[in-house]
């Protein structure tokens, strides 16, 4: 007992033992509510009311050491450790706080901060934030064995247990980067030819979600889910599987599933982790089912192209994400059919989550501010929807009124996440310890009125060309000029930083302007309870809540 109590032993191991200890009992507590959900009015705030007493077994044994030392130890040393004890305390404590105050947290960070890099805590990971353009430049030179992309992402999703067991590299590149000229060059030059379906399926998704319903009251998030879930099946894997009713079903459970298990895997300690993992991510067979009928279709496209390269097929090729991660990935590593069913899966992800909350916050924005209703009603129904149907550019008004909502009302107060593969130090001295990530204050950053003016005030057409703005809306235009919502700059980093930014920019703005353009020709809409709380935070996502409700009145015609 006396050596287990010594100085030394608090100096050396009492950080490293009060970590495994926090870090178990909070796994527990988070794992438990989460299988116990359906009994519980709300599992969240149960977790954490189980986290503070099963905490105070470390804290017991800390006390318990301090009170046998007391005698051989001196004030001044137990006063050192009450201090280093109350140090790592707090902060675990706020690990914990910003899974459920994430975006508040960050927010006062960066304006205690003024421009300097801050650290706030997570339960698996620090964050250390930046927003200087000399850091951001520090990310994009940092060599791929030292900031990844990839990194942050495979911790985010934990591919390990929620993909069949399929983990990609840390470094990017290392497998290729053929998904980013698939995304980013192929499919947006194939939306020219795809437009109308797009434009078709938006429409018949929105009246079979309506007619399942039963009446005009639906739930925003869900609404915008379901329709993006069949938009993305159409464009990631044509008719062949789009028009498959029990793939759809699977592929719309899967991502529910994956989001879940990689939350709880996520703050569970890796002997934990291995145990339990397997059955988070695996006590559905819906893995195997989207998978087995993603594999397959790859499988009959390979052979295809074998027997094309032959001369025995002369027809063209499929044209869809499917064939374009076929036709990208890379040669020399000889991917076969699980491999690259597995970057599908993995693109597919990425795809519905993000962009079904970014369509809801805009509508949410069109309830609120009822008086663009009007000017954007007048742009959808004039020949300017006829242009962007032909380029998909176009619509202007609109295009900015998606931008100021994505601005005030972003679905994640981070971006441009970089995980350490080892300890990184900018050339400032600011460090980032090995698993630890960079990223940037994005939310914070949005709504800074040094970058964007009267920042907490919405102003739907901020963005727009001064020669298109209507006379009956009052404009703020921002100072640097018009730009456009998938456009790139130096203080709106939703898209990403350092280089590596979002492929899919593009086909989230066409499928944005095609969603808001049909309920503009088709329905007035409402909250159908205005005081209802919209959002709700964990981590640094800010996720619209799947109670709100809105009510969809079908237009009335002019002499009708």
Same mark, same amino acid.
């Given at each position: 007992m006396r050596i287990f109590c010594t100085y030394k032993y608090h100096q050396r191991y009492l950080p490293s033992y009060l970590t495994r200890s926090f870090t178990l009992s909070s796994t527990v507590s988070v794992y438990v509510c989460f299988l116990f959900a359906e009994t519980t009015s709300h599992p969240l705030l149960g977790a954490i009311m189980l986290l503070q007493i099963l905490s105070a077994v470390p804290l017991a044994a800390l006390v318990l050491m301090i009170y046998v030392e007391q005698k051989s130890s001196t004030p001044a040393g137990l006063l050192q450790i009450c201090g280093r004890l109350a140090?790592?305390?707090?902060?675990?404590?706020?690990?914990?706080?910003?899974?459920?105050?994430?975006?508040?947290?960050?927010?006062?960070?960066?304006?205690k901060a003024a421009g300097k890099a801050f650290q706030i805590p997570g339960p698996d990971h620090d964050h250390i934030f930046i927003t200087s353009a000399e850091h951001i430049a520090e990310v994009r030179k940092a060599g791929r064995d030292e900031l990844s992309l990839f990194g942050a992402t495979k911790q985010m999703f934990q591919p390990a247990y929620t993909m069949l067991g399929h983990n990609w590299l840390d470094e990017r590149g290392a497998e290729g980067i053929g998904y980013v000229r698939a995304v980013g060059t192929l499919f947006p030059r194939q939306l020219l030819n795809i437009m109308p379906d797009m434009h078709r399926i938006v429409r018949e998704s929105f009246d079979a979600f309506m007619s399942q319903r039963g009446n005009s009251n639906l739930p925003a998030y869900e609404l915008n889910k379901r329709i993006l879930c069949k938009l993305n099946g159409f464009c990631f894997?044509?008719? #062949? &599987?789009?028009?498959? !009713?029990?793939?759809?079903?699977? =592929?719309?459970?899967?991502? #529910? &599933?994956?989001?879940? !298990?990689?939350?709880?895997?996520? =703050?569970m300690p890796e002997p934990v982790k291995r145990i339990i993992g397997p059955y988070v991510g695996r006590h559905t067979s819906v893995q195997d089912k989207v998978f087995n009928l993603i594999n397959d279709v790859v499988s009959r496209r390979l052979e295809r192209r074998r027997l094309a390269e032959t001369g025995a097929i002369t027809s063209p090729s499929p044209n869809d994400m499917i064939q374009w991660i076929i036709d990208t990935a890379p040669a020399k590593l000889n991917w076969d059919s699980r491999r690259i069913t597995y970057e599908i899966i993995a693109i597919w992800f990425g795809s519905v989550h993000a962009l079904s909350a970014t369509v809801t916050y805009v509508l949410f924005d069109l309830c609120i501010h009822p008086e663009y209703v009007e000017p954007l009603r007048k742009e959808v129904e004039s020949s300017e929807f006829d242009i962007f149907m032909r380029t998909t550019r176009g619509l202007p008004l609109l295009d900015s009124f998606i931008k100021e909502s994505s601005?005030?009302?972003?679905?994640?107060?981070?971006?441009?996440?970089?995980?350490?593969?080892?300890?990184?130090?900018?050339?400032?001295?600011?460090?980032?310890?090995k698993g630890d990530w960079a990223c940037v204050p994005a939310m914070?950053?949005?709504?800074?009125?040094?970058?964007?003016?009267?920042?907490?005030?919405?102003?739907?057409?901020?963005?727009?060309?001064?020669?298109?703005?209507?006379?009956?809306?009052?404009?703020?235009?921002?100072?640097e000029g018009p730009s456009r919502y998938s456009d790139l700059s130096e203080n709106y980093h939703s898209w990403g930083i350092g280089g590596i930014v979002c492929p899919g920019r593009f086909y989230a703005a066409v499928s944005t302007k095609l969603i808001m353009a049909h309920i503009l020709k088709s329905f007035d809409c409402s909250f159908l309870h205005p005081t209802t709380k919209k959002a709700r935070s964990w981590r640094s996502y800010i996720l619209p809540r799947d109670d709100v409700l809105l009510q969809f009145s079908p237009r009335k015609q002019e002499g009708v």
């Open positions: 140090q790592y305390m707090r902060k675990r404590l706020n690990a914990w706080r910003y899974l459920f105050q994430g975006p508040t947290m960050i927010t006062a960070a960066y304006r894997f044509g008719d #062949e &599987l789009a028009q498959n !009713a029990l793939f759809m079903t699977k =592929i719309f459970e899967y991502n #529910e &599933l994956v989001i879940t !298990a990689a939350e709880i895997l996520r =703050i601005r005030l009302s972003p679905i994640e107060a981070m971006s441009g996440r970089r995980q350490a593969l080892k300890d990184f130090a900018f050339s400032d001295g600011t460090q980032v310890k914070a950053i949005l709504h800074d009125d040094k970058y964007f003016p009267r920042a907490r005030s919405f102003n739907g057409f901020r963005f727009a060309p001064l020669d298109r703005l209507p006379k009956t809306v009052e404009t703020l235009s921002q100072p």
